[in-house]
RNA sequence: GGGGGGUUAGUUCAGCUGGUUAGAACGCCGGCCUGUCACGCCGGAGGUCAGGGGUUCAAGUCCCCUACCCCUCGCCA
């Protein structure tokens, strides 16, 4: 009997502890059949559980019976066995032309096997959907939906087992700095603004609705009121938006908050955090102080505020230029955009000089070439130095994908001619010169250009930007390539210029504090919101956000200043945050702190390809759970005891 | 809400300009095999071509609608 074997013998080791100074040793194993192979005399069967793999031995001569049972065994079989570890002995190498040891150098356990005496088959599987084995390739969506076998993926396990690594370093770290691990209620009252919230009926209070929180912020600024002076927490957050490849509905923040700090100490807090997390993964010693950079320069530079470090293609902005030679220069649209205040950005594409190239990227794609074609002598296609006709006009068809209403190019030959380019056909050859010399574009490369309102041409530049460096293998599809550019971008502007409402909005949460020196552009006589710049900033990876925060406002003067200068009455105030507007009268003291992205940061530490690999059970792109079925039917009795009537759209 | 890509055997894919019996690899089942390790060899089974509608003598292939999956703009810190 199964519970026999369990109750009556302990496991010795698991499936990734043995070594030779093991052998000679009883040892008992459990765990599932990974892969097997049967010699009609000899069965070795590669036995798994989470540390690895261990090769065991079915051998007649040691165990009539036990090899019979082996017959029988099945992928995913789920048995036991006990034996003895011995070498894997010699193995004829027709290379060497002699005897060498028989060592599988691919597994941890590689230098031995166990030659089985007793086995207990503890239940057996039906052949799985697919296989459970990292060298093959299966549609996310079957994996999603048989999600538990994916999770048997020793490559999945992994990620999953070093997220739980960072969990555990992520608390001792903040213990070992005084912070507290404090909780904070999920359900909590709807505020406006921001991310969509998910709604939770109250049956105790017909009619009225729970929010799911987006993020703890306005309690942990409240435990600083508190007094409990440095927080921390490993907490779900949930938010009703659109999901993306680094966006899930719900999802884990490491949440923090100190009292009595300026920026520069919510930094050093978040880089020694960093440190820390990679070199207990990577054992990798990552360098601080990160790279500050401005947002402003960041928007110019990248077009984003999450810029993406690793390679060049710099942004350049044209407006100045344009302006100066005015409509004379010879290009009306451009010119058009300045008059109407918007924005013209160029971005130039050099061939790619050998050894710039992505070496993982080179070696990745050698390795998928040799395998399509197995003959040795085949010649692998070089990587790409330029983007042919085709792939140019690719680029505008992806660009026009994004809202664009074009993709204006030119291509400089080598005698100095600008092809490829009729918006510049009747460009003065003044501004020509004066557009290489921004740019700084020699013969042989590629200009880009957006113009048009300045929010698009910004996303749409940033975008193209990445889009070409891993077109042009400068950096990998997914994953690090080797680089680790981490970076704060910081002093952003406080107010967002609405086009649609015509007003200023915060652009970040309404307690954002701004800089001393701006405090005369809030109100009076010097009064200009653009000039308003915080203390807000984003820590960015490889061009991901990982994590951002302010100094909060803790002055409730200030605070009626910004809510004046955004047009919230006090009226408005009350009614939205009127506890944390209390809160602040009753002696707050300074504070600030950061949310980080904890499942992009595991993403990016684990260099996989999206949310959905850091994540056990993942939605869709559309929220559901292929597993689950969820979100799922309820019945009209359950809505009544909710006070709750549903009305989805007809078909 | 918009743009793009996809859905063919259990799985991953091929299937040309519409043409008569829809293929491959892996997996699965059976047989053989005592040193394999993504074992090997021989044989076999396995298909609602996502669903619905249309065009046609004839549809996996062309057209329309729907569903689902992925990327992305908007949205979202």
Redo the contacts with the bound molecule.
């Keep these: 009997m199964a519970s026999d074997f369990i109750s009556k013998t302990k496991r010795s080791h698991s499936c990734g502890a043995l070594r030779a100074s093991h052998i000679g040793e009883q040892v008992v194993l459990f765990g599932w059949v990974h892969?097997r192979?049967?010699?009609?005399?000899?069965i070795?069967i590669?036995l798994r559980d989470r540390e690895g793999l261990t090769?065991i031995?079915f051998?007649?001569?040691v165990s009539r019976e036990a090899h019979a049972t082996a017959e029988a065994l099945?992928?995913e079989w789920v048995f036991g066995i006990r034996g003895k570890v011995r070498s894997?002995?010699l193995?004829f190498s027709k290379k060497e032309n002699k005897e060498v040891p028989?060592?599988?150098p691919?597994?941890a356990t590689?230098e031995i096997?166990v030659e089985v005496t007793e086995i207990q088959v503890f239940n057996k599987a039906e052949?799985p959907?697919?296989?459970v084995?990292d060298?093959?390739?299966?549609?996310?969506?079957?994996r999603?939906a048989f999600r538990y076998l994916d999770l048997r993926r020793p490559a999945l396990q992994k990620v999953i087992m070093t997220r739980s690594k960072m969990n555990a370093a992520t608390r001792s770290y903040f213990v070992d700095n005084g912070f507290l691990e404090l909780e904070t209620p999920f359900m909590g009252r709807y505020t406006p603004g921001?991310?969509?919230n998910f709604l939770v009926p109250s049956r105790l209070n017909p009619g009225k609705f729970y929010a799911l929180a987006?993020?703890p912020q306005l309690y942990k600024q409240l435990f600083m009121v508190a007094g409990f002076d440095r927080y921390f927490q490993i907490v779900k957050c949930f938010?009703d938006?659109?999901?993306?490849?680094?966006?899930q509905p719900e999802f884990t923040q490491i949440d923090v908050e100190m009292s009595f700090v300026a920026q520069e100490d919510v930094f050093g807090i978040i880089e020694g955090l960093l440190k820390r997390l990679w070199k207990e993964v990577h054992g990798l010693d990552v360098p601080t102080p990160f790279k500050r950079l401005d947002f402003d320069e960041s928007m110019r530079r990248y077009g984003n505020?999450k810029p993406d470090t690793r390679f060049g293609m710099e942004h350049t902005v044209l407006n100045g230029l344009i302006e100066k030679f005015g409509v004379e220069g010879g290009v009306a649209p451009m010119w058009e955009t300045v008059q109407q205040k918007g924005l013209i950005k160029a971005l130039v594409v050099s061939p790619v000089a050998d050894g710039q190239h992505d070496p993982g990227v080179v070696k990745a794609k050698e390795e998928a070439f040799r395998r399509a074609n197995p003959n040795p002598t085949a010649k692998v296609p070089p990587p790409p130095k330029e983007l042919s006709r085709k792939e140019i006009e690719e680029l505008e068809?992806y660009v026009?994908?994004?809202?664009a209403k074009g993709l204006a190019r030119a291509k400089l030959a080598e005698n100095g001619d600008w092809t490829q380019a009729p918006l510049f056909k009747n460009a003065k050859p003044e501004l020509k010169a004066a557009i290489l010399e921004a740019t700084g574009a020699k013969p042989g490369d590629l200009i880009l250009f957006q113009f048009g309102p300045e929010?698009k041409v910004h996303?749409i530049m940033a975008?193209l930007r990445v889009h070409l460096a891993k077109k042009l293998w400068l950096i990998p599809e997914f994953g690090a390539g080797g680089k680790w550019n981490f970076l704060w971008v910081v002093n952003?502007p406080l107010f967002e210029y609405d086009e649609e409402s015509k007003t200023w909005a915060a652009?970040?949460?309404a307690f954002t504090r701004p800089m001393d020196e701006c405090l005369k552009y809030l109100d009076g006589p010097e009064q200009d919101l653009s000039k308003v710049y915080c203390y807000?900033y984003d820590v960015v990876l490889n061009g991901f956000?990982i994590g951002?925060g302010s100094i909060r406002l803790h002055d409730p003067a200030v605070q009626a200043k910004v809510f004046k200068a955004m047009g919230i009455t006090e009226e408005d105030a009350r009614s939205k945050f009127g506890f944390l507007l209390d809160a602040l009268k009753f002696g707050a003291p300074p504070h600030g702190g950061i949310?980080l992205g904890m499942d992009r940061l595991s993403f990016l530490i684990t260099e996989t390809e999206?949310l959905?690999d850091v994540i056990p059970f993942p939605k869709?792109?559309?929220g559901?759970d292929?597993m689950t079925g969820a979100p799922g039917d309820v019945d009209e009795k359950q809505l009544r005891e909710l006070y709750v009537k549903s009305a989805p759209p007809a078909?």
């Design positions: 892969n192979r049967d010699h009609g005399g000899l070795f590669d090769q031995v051998d007649p001569a099945r992928a894997r002995g193995q028989a060592t599988n691919n597994l590689g096997e052949t959907p697919f296989e084995s060298h093959i390739d299966v549609s996310e969506e079957r999603l921001g991310a969509r987006e993020s938010r938006e659109d999901l993306r490849l680094d966006r505020d068809q026009m994908g994004m809202g929010p996303t975008n952003p652009a970040h949460h807000r956000e951002g949310a999206s959905r869709t792109q559309k559901t292929l078909k």
